[in-house]
């Protein structure tokens, strides 16, 4: 992802290892600071998915089987490193994912740098030919909805949402881009927008609720989001407020594709209600820019994803292409790659 840094454009990636620390951009602080965050232990690479230094399910696997590399190169507990690592968020798939790849290659006696970058390399691949699969979707002229920050912060190099939208505006299609701005932590005001500035793709924050308005008066053509996780059968959680956009998608008749790598397939689940949602603290709710927005004593509910149902999705823009939800099963095959 190129961005500008210290007064020159940069090209870098959301998170990546050098020598004996892992460094990431500090989403926190974006879009307004450009900083690096340096993790030198294990517990700091936690402290960084938890309190979302980094954040997005396919950047999380990678910060953590970086994470991995770093316990493997201190001569720390491998089993212990793992579990930790675990423990920091338990939604997106693409963490457990990774931890288990990264331990069977240290358990094999395979560089774990090595390993490391691999599964980085690996990933961003996935999500390269995820935006070859998903620009043809996208008519020219086209407007997409999308929903949180699936971008190249969330993944890395290209995104998984973002990736057809980038492929197709580097094609010289003409699209607009809808970004919710993704209450309470602003990914979609604060990232997606940043990312799609950054590569002078036409676009649009809306408040959350805007977005029934606008597919009402057929203004959206498709919605696109990315996943933490999805079972077998297809249901989808992802960041609050997906199941809402993909229910008034359906009911107008727009087509709503979920962009993910194999990585974030729970094939273990069925049933999306059996997938672990994390409810974060009330704060992010009740207070904005150090102010409180309700009354003394308010209390809040903050769920961080909610799980979209496989009936409401259109289909699933992959590596190996764009499946419906009853083959999802394919990508399978795709998995250890
Ligand atoms: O809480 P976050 O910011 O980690 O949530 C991120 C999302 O919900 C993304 O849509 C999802 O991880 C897919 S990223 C390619």
């Not at 998984?160 to 990914?187: C, S, W, Y």
């Not at 990315?226 to 008034?248: F, H, L, S």
Request: charged share 25%.
């Amino acid at each position: 992802m190129k961005i500008k840094m210290n007064g020159q454009t940069e090209d870098i990636r959301a998170v990546w290892m050098e020598g004996k620390t892992v460094q990431m951009l500090e989403q926190r602080l974006l879009p307004h600071k450009v900083e690096i965050f340096t993790a030198r232990t294990v517990d700091e690479v936690c402290y960084s998915i938890k309190e979302m230094v980094i954040r997005g399910a396919p950047s999380i696997g990678v910060c953590a089987a970086y994470g991995m590399a770093l316990a493997a190169m201190s001569g720390d507990d491998i089993g212990q490193a793992a579990e930790k690592l675990k423990a920091t968020r338990p939604t997106a798939y693409d963490l457990f994912h990774a931890i288990d790849i990264m331990q069977k290659a240290v358990g094999d006696g395979k560089d774990p740098v090595q390993s490391a970058e691999d599964y980085a390399n690996s990933i961003a691949e996935k999500c390269r030919l995820i935006g070859v699969h998903g620009e043809p979707l996208i008519p020219d002229g086209g407007t997409v909805l999308t929903h949180c920050n699936a971008g190249a912060l969330a993944t890395l190099d290209f995104g998984t949402a973002l990736a057809p939208m980038r492929e197709a505006h580097n094609k010289g299609k003409k699209i607009f881009v809808f970004a919710d701005e993704t209450r309470p932590r602003l990914q979609g005001a604060a990232l997606t927008s940043f990312e799609l500035v950054q590569e002078g793709i036409p676009h649009a924050i809306i408040a959350d609720n805007a977005a029934g308005h606008f597919m009402f008066r057929g203004e959206i053509d498709l919605c696109i989001t990315g996943a933490d996780r999805v079972t077998v059968i297809g249901d989808v959680a992802n960041k609050i407020g997906t199941y809402e956009k993909a229910v008034v998608a359906h009911e107008n008749g727009i087509p709503f594709y979920v962009a993910i790598p194999v990585s974030t397939v729970d094939f273990n689940l069925s049933s999306g209600k059996d997938i672990p949602i994390e409810e974060r603290s009330q704060d992010e709710v009740l207070i904005i820019n150090e102010k409180p927005i309700g009354p003394e004593g308010a209390s809040a509910r903050n769920p961080a994803f909610d799980v979209t149902p496989a009936k409401f999705i259109t289909g699933f823009i992959t590596e190996i292409g764009v499946l419906t939800p009853n083959e999802l099963d394919k990508l399978r095959m795709t998995m250890g790659q």
